[in-house]
Nanobody
Framework: QVQLVESGGGLVQSGGSLTLSCVAS????????MAWWRQAPGKEREFVAA????????SYADSSEGRFTISRNNAKKEVYLQMNSLQIEDTAVYYC??????????????WGQGTQVTVSS
């Protein structure tokens, strides 16, 4: 069955960096675009970043553009989110999601369980 397992979250000071990883299994990883979303306490889940099956096309939310980088390794079946210059408002549970298409169509059919990122002042 399809599984997405995130890791790499934790507690970091404002201005610091973290890299999240998501390991995929149960499907042909290189056939699908992937994305990262996040959900802060009391807020709706929001889009962070996405990339195509090859990693050649990426897109970012305004809040993550210039600070976060999404990438993937199809051989390892992993997708990553490098987060720099973290701010307190980046505190959230971060989710890895599988897009329904090879190019990003922003419709998702599988989600990971999430990894907590907490940014302190």
């Amino acid at each position: 069955q399809v599984q997405l397992v995130e890791s790499g979250g934790g507690l970091v000071q404002s201005g610091g960096s973290l890299t999240l990883s998501c390991v995929a299994s149960g499907f042909t990883f290189s056939n699908y675009a992937m994305a990262w979303w996040r959900q802060a306490p009391g807020k709706e889940r929001e889009f962070v970043a996405a990339l195509s099956w090859s990693g050649g096309r990426t897109s970012y939310a305004d809040s993550s553009e210039g600070r976060f980088t999404i990438s993937r390794n199809n051989a390892k079946k992993e997708v990553y989110l490098q987060m720099n210059s973290l701010q307190i408002e980046d505190t959230a549970v971060y989710y890895c999601a599988r897009d329904k298409g090879a190019q990003s169509i922003y419709e998702y059919d599988y989600w990971g369980q999430g990894t907590q990122v907490t940014v302190s002042s």
